[in-house]
């Protein structure tokens, strides 16, 4: 039988984390790409047009590429984890805002298990499924404002709060013995995760607010969408 992750070894918070091997990366690799081809499949349906799914495919990659370039360029790296990126959730955000909810569910979820590769070490499966696909699957929340007024802000809090939901989760489920005595594990989860998911959402809905920034992001999203 495969085995997809290697014996647990100590890091330097004096906790027991798991690395994946070469087959489970690829394993996780694998089960991106058939995310992302599952969301661009779920919209050609609908589109009947292999030139839309051609068009999702790039667009949606070129947001992924560039949210992952921006989430290295950190403001801010807080010691247990999270970091203020240069605009790094906006771009996931915009798949949903072009291609819907389901696209953006399922891309954002793909995403999560590349920030994983990137840094493929976790706790416990759960642990790994909270911190990473949902939370940035969650992102992809976006979708469900696509086609409505303001809808690229309306979609980005949505998908900013579902991934604060999953951060706070997993702060006080997993690691809710960091809190200092006396600190309720939800106080200490709400507070230290709000630290650098807050900073960065209120500095890209101040740039998206911007009369001429939210001209240039419809007209990506008809250069997006149109067949």
Known sequence: MPKFFASPTVNSWDENVFQLTTTGIITVIVLMVLLILTAILLRQKKAHSAKVATKQLVFSGVAMALAIVTSEIKFARLPMGGSI??????????????????????????????????????????????????????????????????????????GVIGRYFFAVLSGVVFFAHYAPDGTPA???????????????????????AIPAVAKAMQRVKVMATEA
Not at 189 to 207: F, G
């Open 85 to 158: 990126t240069l605009f790094s959730m906006l771009f996931i955000v915009l798949i949903g805002y072009w291609y819907g909810a389901k696209a953006g569910l399922l891309t954002g979820f793909a995403y999560g298990l590349l920030q994983f590769v990137l840094d493929p070490v976790f706790y416990s499966p759960i642990q790994l499924l909270v911190d990473y696909p949902l939370a940035f699957g969650a992102l992809g929340l976006s979708g469900f404002f696509s086609g409505k007024k303001h809808g690229l802000l309306l979609g980005y809090i949505a």
């Open 186 to 208: 939800m106080i200490y989860s709400l507070t230290y995760n709000a630290t650098y998911i807050v900073p960065e959402a209120v500095v890209t809905l101040v740039l998206l």
